[in-house]
Each structure stands twice: as C-alpha cells, then as structure tokens.
C-alpha cells in the first residue's frame, strides 16, 4: 500500500475505535415500554421532579393509563444526574452500558441528563398499564438507591 493509503486505513481505524466513546448511542427506538412521547397540542398534567444527591423528590407516582405529564426536571444538586423513564430490566441493562461508557449523554423523549442548576421538561404519554421507573443511570447513582417509581393505573 501507498502512504497515502495506509493513512487513510489508519484514520478510518482510529475513528471506529473513538466513535462509541464520543457521545450517546442512539437508541433507535420504535416503540418505548413506558408509552410514547407526547403530544404539546393536547393537555397535560405538570408534575416536578427535582433531582439531588442519590434521590428524587418525588419518588413514587401516579398517573391513569392515556394520561399526559409534562414532566418538569429539575437538578437541585451538586452532580450531573439523569431521569431516564423505562422499565427496570431495561435501566438496568442500560446502567451496565453506562458503567462503559460513563459520559454516555441521553438525547431519547424519555431520558435526560442534567448538570447541576439545570432543568428540561419532559412530555409523556402513558399508555400502559403497570409499573415503571426512572432512574439515574450515572455509574454508581441507581446503585445508591436513585431511583423513582411510576405507577400507571
């Protein structure tokens, strides 16, 4: 091979190897287990959430199977935590991706991470009935119990 070609393969090799540790890996999703991201033409119920050192206040809701919240996230602490709605199986098998990759930043309508001072809505449809979380997928957080719980009846 030229010089010119082995520079290239060389820089195409780098790049693969640097790309997952550049930021999130999209998720691709078609469908969300927790619902669908809502619709801001329609009405919602606003619930806060304000997120601090291994907690979330509040951590346990409630909401009616179709019902919209406007989801008002709120980081009130002194570290970088995440809100990322979904069932536990699936928090949890994303939280030993995280603990790969811990810079993983989450841009999906059901998750977000915040920096301390910073808040984000998010707006969501619930169209299932049963129990889901949200949870802070920054290494080490969920394991210390930051976890929160949504009951759709």
Partial sequence: ???ITTTAVTLIAVAALAWPASGHEKHGHESYSAGEPG???KPSR???VEMSEMEYNPSRI???RGEQIRFVIRNVGKEDHEFLLATTKENLKHAEDMKKNPHMEHDDPNGVRLKPKMSTEILWKFT?????EYSCLVPDHRDYGMIGKVTVK
């Fill in 39 to 41: 619709n801001p033409k």
């Fill in 62 to 64: 409630e909401v009616k």
């Fill in 1 to 3: 091979m030229n010089k």
């Fill in 46 to 48: 606003t619930i806060e």
């Fill in 128 to 132: 299932k009935r049963g129990t889901f």
